[in-house]
């Protein structure tokens, strides 16, 4: 898993302005091990259980090594979460179509890791109490992979692949949507050729005539 540990004064991880003091250098095992305690804390007690206390006794490390990294939990928790997501394939711009079966698929196999949705319904359920970290989760998990199929979606307007008036919020929601309330069905849900068949059915709608 790829650490996505970050210092919350500078997007590479760096304190702003000078750089940092000579010393220990920074342990990927370390972050390795706070993230996945973080996950393993959150999903057994989720957000109000949550404490770097906690985090810090199960990945062997002391406070004070949590909080060099992550101001606080909720820092944290997002990291956490953004850590277990891969990266969506790089769309090839060869057709819409193709593109969105490609990302859909992806978002698929995401989908049937039922440890990941496990932990992601545990906040989207309880998101009514921590307003805050819900919008925090949206922005820096949630949107990210949205955006990926937006733009492909645009694109096809652009080219002239979908039509011009295509509503593409909708569309955009039509397909993440699909994916998440299959994923609540179970994993054996998701058959062979699954996404490409959700695809072809919005296709039949947003085609250009």
């Known amino acids: 898993m790829t ?4 210092d919350a004064r500078d997007p590479a991880g760096r304190s702003s302005g000078a750089a940092r003091h000579a010393g220990r250098p920074r342990s990927e ?5 706070i993230l996945e305690a973080a996950l393993a804390v959150f999903a057994e007690h989720g957000p109000q259980g949550l404490c770097i206390e906690a985090v810090a006794a199960r990945a062997g490390v002391g406070k004070a090594t949590v909080y060099r990294r992550w101001p606080g939990k909720e820092d944290l928790l997002i990291a956490a979460l953004a850590a277990i997501e891969e990266p969506l394939p790089e769309p ?10 490609v990302v859909l698929d992806a978002l698929r196999a995401e989908a049937a890791d039922r440890r990941r949705m496990r932990q992601h319904a545990l906040l989207l359920g309880e998101g009514e109490g921590y307003p805050r970290l819900l919008e925090r989760y949206v922005e820096a998990v949630a949107e990210p992979r949205r955006a990926v199929v937006r733009a492909i979606l645009r694109r096809g307007v652009t080219t002239g692949e979908l039509r011009e008036n295509a509503n593409i919020e909708a569309a955009v929601d039509m397909l993440t949507g699909a994916v998440l309330a299959r994923a609540r069905l179970g994993r054996e849900r998701f058959e062979r050729g699954w996404a490409r068949r959700i695809v072809d059915e919005l296709m039949a709608g947003l085609a250009a005539r």
Not at 3 to 6: E, L, Q
Not at 29 to 33: C, E
Not at 92 to 101: F, H, K, P, Q, W
């Open 29 to 33: 095992q370390a972050d390795r091990a």
């Open 92 to 101: 090839r711009g060869a057709s819409v179509r193709e593109d969105l079966a």
């Open 3 to 6: 650490s996505v540990a970050r």
